[in-house]
């Protein structure tokens, strides 16, 4: 038992075991679940029944079983690589998604600390500058993707990418720096508790979607625009160049990358939960003094959670309900209105906070 | 914590992505199928005879835009310091940084005004 705890007790043990709970238990299982999740709310808006055949006996656990089945389905397909493709380009395009897909979540935290433990795999000082070096290498993927191809397609879907991304990415540090300067830190732990204090006494949390509700609109949609899904999937652009830059891949490399969209999509919605929505803290809950330590963590992993879910369907949700822009659409979106807006956005923050904090 | 520390579980997570992706590709090499056939082969285009010409050009504006990329994004590496230290730099940092981002806006309006942020 001593023995035990003594190697809990090494921070590299505690890493890995965080590491694991993270990724295995909540970041793979939520993308993997969202997969079904799309397909059914995407039935439920066009009226259809969704996926529900799947079955084990006569039991389908209303399409669950789906999850199963696709995962199944597409190891045993082949995998097919186009003639005159590059191969160790075409290898290893799948990879950048995923990476940068599960990095994301080295940052979160999940629950408050107890004691010295932190529900957070690392707490390092550039925080959030990590994530933007971390997500920029999904552009990679995508580029890689699209040029090792060789069809037209794919290389058309991979320019698109490589152009809307690189230029999001601008407007997502853009419109992060208010938050930076609110709550005058990058660092992830430091704007969670920036997010605990309140206004007028008690009365409203100062969550970032109070401070700053400008950079919370841009970085949503600029974080949208990065993981390529409608209103802005002109580089996947399913009725025009039929899925982009990764058209020529197939069975479980193209898992990889359907899996890598969904894992970002769930990285999206705890990104937005942690710099925008309090993070792990529930508000008002310090009100109540006595309240027992697992009891405020479980509480704690289950707001984080349920505003987490929230953002994953507020996603699918507009992906189901906006038009798509076409592709000159989405780079004057960014460039002639979200740029301006987000510089803007900087300049009054900085007065406001020079002025009155 | 020293830096060591807090940036080895970042590799940590980046190997463990690695892994998984590896995983995927590894699993579906080996147990698909593998039934190769020319038409297979080709790269997809709507069921037309491929005329070999991918890759062949891109629309300028992709550079155009990677120029202007590269200037905002120098730009935002710029303001970071100043964005996290902005109540100790006061209305001095703040004089300073509108200059540095007054310059930017003035080349961004050469830029829209050039026509580098028109795609027609």
Same mark, same amino acid.
């Given at each position: 038992?001593?023995?035990?705890?003594?190697?809990?007790?090494?921070?590299?043990?505690?890493?890995?075991? !965080?590491? %694991? /709970?993270?990724?295995?238990?909540?970041?793979?299982?939520?993308?993997?679940?969202?997969?079904?999740?799309?397909?059914?709310?995407?039935?439920?808006?066009?009226?259809?029944?969704?996926? *529900?055949?799947? *079955?084990?006996?006569? &039991?389908?656990?209303?399409?669950?079983? @789906?999850?199963?089945?696709?995962?199944? !389905?597409?190891?045993?397909?082949?995998?097919?690589?186009?003639?005159?493709?590059?191969?160790?380009? &075409?290898?290893?395009?799948?990879?950048?998604?995923?990476?940068?897909?599960?990095?994301?979540?080295?940052? #979160?935290? #999940?629950?408050?600390? =107890?004691?010295? /433990?932190?529900?957070?795999?690392?707490? #390092?000082?550039?925080?959030?500058?990590?994530?933007?070096?971390?997500?920029?290498?999904?552009?990679?993927?995508?580029?890689?993707?699209?040029?090792?191809?060789?069809?037209?397609?794919?290389?058309?879907?991979?320019?698109?990418?490589?152009?809307?991304? =690189?230029?999001?990415?601008?407007?997502?540090?853009? %419109?992060?720096?208010?938050?930076?300067?609110?709550?005058?830190?990058?660092?992830?732990?430091? =704007?969670?508790?920036?997010? *605990?204090? &309140?206004?007028?006494?008690?009365?409203?949390?100062?969550?970032?979607?109070?401070?700053?509700?400008?950079? /919370?609109?841009? /970085?949503?949609?600029?974080?949208?625009?990065?993981?390529?899904?409608?209103?802005?999937?002109?580089?996947?652009?399913?009725?025009?160049?039929?899925?982009?830059?990764?058209?020529?891949?197939?069975?479980?490399?193209?898992?990889?990358?359907?899996?890598?969209?969904?894992?970002?999509? %769930?990285?999206?919605?705890?990104?937005?939960?942690?710099?925008?929505?309090?993070?792990? @803290?529930?508000?008002?809950?310090?009100?109540?003094?006595?309240?027992?330590?697992?009891?405020?963590?479980?509480?704690?992993?289950? !707001?984080?959670?349920?505003?987490?879910?929230?953002?994953?369907?507020?996603? =699918?949700?507009?992906?189901?309900?906006?038009?798509?822009?076409?592709?000159?659409?989405?780079?004057?979106?960014?460039? !002639?209105?979200?740029?301006?807006?987000?510089?803007? *956005?900087?300049?009054?923050?900085?007065?406001?906070?020079?002025?009155?904090? | 914590?020293?830096? +060591?520390?807090?940036?080895?579980?970042? $590799?940590?997570?980046?190997?463990?992505?690695?892994?998984?992706?590896?995983?995927?590709?590894?699993?579906?090499?080996?147990?698909?199928?593998? $039934?190769?056939?020319?038409?297979?082969?080709?790269?997809?285009?709507?069921?037309?005879?491929?005329?070999?010409?991918?890759?062949?050009?891109?629309?300028?504006?992709?550079?155009?835009? +990677? $120029?202007?990329?590269?200037?905002?994004?120098?730009?935002?590496?710029?303001?970071?310091?100043?964005?996290?230290?902005?109540?100790?730099?006061?209305?001095?940092?703040?004089?300073? +940084?509108?200059?540095?981002?007054?310059? $930017?806006?003035?080349?961004?309006?050469?830029?829209?005004?050039?026509? +580098?942020?028109?795609?027609?």
């Amino acid at each position: 038992m001593d023995l035990i705890l003594e190697i809990l007790s090494i921070p590299l043990v505690q890493s890995i075991l !965080k590491i %694991a /709970f993270i990724i295995l238990l909540f970041a793979m299982p939520l993308g993997t679940v969202l997969t079904l999740m799309e397909r059914k709310w995407s039935a439920m808006i066009q009226d259809r029944v969704g996926p *529900n055949r799947a *079955n084990v006996g006569n &039991y389908t656990g209303n399409g669950l079983l @789906h999850l199963a089945a696709d995962g199944l !389905k597409s190891i045993f397909k082949e995998d097919t690589i186009p003639q005159g493709a590059n191969g160790f380009l &075409y290898l290893i395009a799948p990879f950048f998604g995923l990476i940068a897909g599960v990095a994301t979540f080295a940052i #979160i935290p #999940i629950a408050g600390p =107890i004691g010295d /433990f932190t529900f957070q795999v690392t707490d #390092i000082e550039p925080g959030l500058l990590f994530i933007f070096a971390i997500t920029s290498l999904s552009v990679y993927g995508a580029v890689l993707a699209g040029t090792s191809s060789n069809s037209k397609f794919a290389l058309l879907g991979g320019t698109r990418a490589s152009a809307q991304m =690189i230029s999001y990415e601008v407007f997502m540090g853009l %419109a992060l720096m208010g938050i930076f300067m609110v709550y005058g830190s990058t660092r992830v732990s430091d =704007i969670v508790n920036g997010q *605990n204090e &309140y206004w007028f006494g008690n009365l409203i949390p100062m969550w970032g979607v109070f401070t700053q509700p400008l950079g /919370f609109f841009l /970085f949503f949609t600029a974080l949208i625009a990065e993981t390529k899904r409608a209103p802005f999937d002109a580089p996947e652009g399913e009725s025009e160049i039929v899925a982009g830059y990764f058209l020529e891949y197939s069975g479980m490399r193209w898992s990889a990358f359907m899996l890598a969209e969904y894992v970002a999509v %769930a990285g999206v919605a705890v990104l937005m939960t942690t710099l925008f929505f309090g993070g792990y @803290h529930v508000p008002w809950l310090h009100l109540w003094e006595s309240a027992p330590q697992w009891l405020v963590t479980l509480l704690q992993i289950g !707001k984080f959670s349920i505003v987490t879910i929230f953002f994953c369907w507020l996603q =699918i949700q507009l992906r189901w309900t906006l038009p798509k822009f076409r592709f000159d659409q989405t780079m004057s979106l960014g460039w !002639k209105k979200l740029l301006p807006l987000s510089l803007a *956005n900087t300049a009054l923050t900085a007065v406001v906070v020079l002025a009155f904090m | 914590m020293t830096i +060591a520390s807090g940036y080895l579980p970042i $590799l940590l997570m980046i190997l463990l992505g690695m892994l998984l992706a590896g995983t995927f590709t590894v699993v579906g090499l080996y147990l698909g199928p593998r $039934l190769r056939s020319k038409v297979k082969d080709t790269p997809f285009e709507s069921g037309f005879v491929r005329d070999g010409t991918e890759g062949s050009r891109y629309d300028v504006k992709f550079y155009m835009t +990677a $120029l202007v990329f590269l200037v905002f994004d120098v730009e935002i590496v710029f303001l970071y310091p100043w964005t996290v230290q902005v109540r100790e730099l006061g209305w001095f940092g703040f004089t300073a +940084a509108m200059l540095f981002i007054g310059v $930017l806006v003035l080349g961004f309006v050469y830029d829209w005004k050039k026509g +580098a942020l028109e795609w027609e």
